[in-house]
């Protein structure tokens, strides 16, 4: 973790995909982010719109503290707390802010807050051809030969029937697996038609 303490304003995910993204993100893209904090204010900095939902209240407003203090006007910051059980989460006012977004608009959308699978599944569609898809903690969700703890493998398949959806979505995409060894960040690209 010593990455993250020499680098404070990273956003906690790999290394790998930090530097990435910090080449591949425009000025004029537009993105959604599930889960704020470090990334909302970097991803800020570097985009034109960011939509940004957050489920804990008192971490909503640190973050919203911090994007006022850099007056940040490029964000909105949502407030969705987790409102529904994890196996409910299609009907959970969090993972529906995504669909409030046109399909295919989105340059970018970042999953890393709670019930990611549904999150991850109503995104698909709203990412434009070339946008990327990215998951933070994908080794825990979708199989994979990472060594980092708790990844899940070939034989046991995805974490669950969403995840296996989403895995089938996106087969066809291709992706980038970053890890630091304790966690990996998967960056997918949709194709362009």
Known sequence: MQYYRAHPGQ?????TANEMLATMLKPADCGLEFGSGRSTLWLASKVG???????????????SAQLR????????HVLAVEDVPAESGAESK??????RTADESL???LVDGVYRDFCAQFAIPKIRPG???IVDNANWFLPSRSRSPNSRRAAEGAAGQVWTAVLKAIQDWRSIW?????????????PVR
Do not use: C
Request: aromatic fraction near 16%.
């Open 131 to 133: 946008g990327m898809l």
């Open 107 to 109: 340059d970018f959308v």
């Open 178 to 190: 970053t890890s630091n060894g304790v966690w990996d960040t998967t960056i997918f690209f949709k």
């Open 49 to 63: 719109y960011l939509t940004s939902v957050e489920h804990d209240e008192s971490w909503h407003g640190t973050v």
């Open 69 to 76: 203090e850099q007056r940040r006007k490029n964000v909105e």
């Open 11 to 15: 956003p906690w995910l790999t290394a």
């Open 94 to 99: 969090y993972a529906q802010v995504a669909l």
